[in-house]
């Protein structure tokens, strides 16, 4: 599973579609030392809204509180309400990247995430291979993000190149694609760190459950 690490900070768009990625299979990877070999590139930072095309299936100095209800949908962080960025997170090492994505409430009220977001790496508009599978090894917690507080999810992205290229059909991606728990919309952050594999054969993403903090 591979990873980015951090440096420079790149602008996003949220997009519609529908998400596959939360119904993938779950999956424990083991999570990598911290900042273990973690690479020169560059933090990818998102923005705002965008329309969407096609999709798979969290900050500031303060944290979220969390608590194990759930909660209306009609409380839930909407895309549109969100920023989206990578940090270095756990960094690298083993063929495989280990960065998270932190979602920010740039909103104007207090909502709420919960569970799992949904991730997939994007080329040119189309989805690369397929969506992130789901890792259950953190239980999922009600979150409430007032405006400016974080959540963060771990992920874990694995080198393309560890796969046969014949079964794999490796292709470089220009965007990753994060739909925010229970939402439509779609938030798009640019990024040129990772390569996907065309065939969905091949697991490439991980995502962890969203805790609460930037994960710093």
Do not use: W
């Not at 993938?24 to 095309?53: C, F, L, Y």
């Amino acid at each position: 599973m591979g990873l980015a690490a951090c440096g420079n900070q790149t602008s996003s768009t949220v997009t519609k579609a529908h998400s596959d990625t939360s119904n993938s299979s779950v999956s424990s990877p083991s999570k990598p030392q911290k900042k273990q070999h973690a690479q020169s590139s560059k933090i990818q930072q998102h923005t705002k809204p965008e329309k969407a095309q096609e999709h798979s299936v969290l900050g500031t100095s303060r944290s979220a509180t969390s608590s194990p209800s759930p909660t209306p949908s009609s409380k839930m962080c909407r895309a549109s309400e969100l920023t989206a960025r990578l940090s270095e997170g756990a960094g690298a090492g083993a063929g495989s990247q280990y960065p998270y994505l932190v979602l920010t409430n740039t909103g104007t009220r207090t909502c709420i995430e919960r569970g799992f977001p949904g991730v997939s790496l994007q080329a040119n508009g189309t989805q690369i291979g397929a969506a992130a599978n789901r890792d259950a090894s953190i239980a999922p917690r009600t979150l409430h993000l007032k405006p400016g507080q974080s959540a963060y999810s771990e992920l874990a992205i694995v080198n393309a190149a560890n796969y046969p290229s014949a079964h794999c059909s490796p292709q470089q991606a220009d965007s990753m694609v994060v739909y925010p728990p229970d939402q439509r919309e779609s938030i798009r952050i640019p990024t040129s760190q990772f390569t996907g594999c065309a065939s969905r054969d091949n697991t490439i993403l991980t995502v962890r459950a969203l805790q609460a903090g930037r994960g710093e």
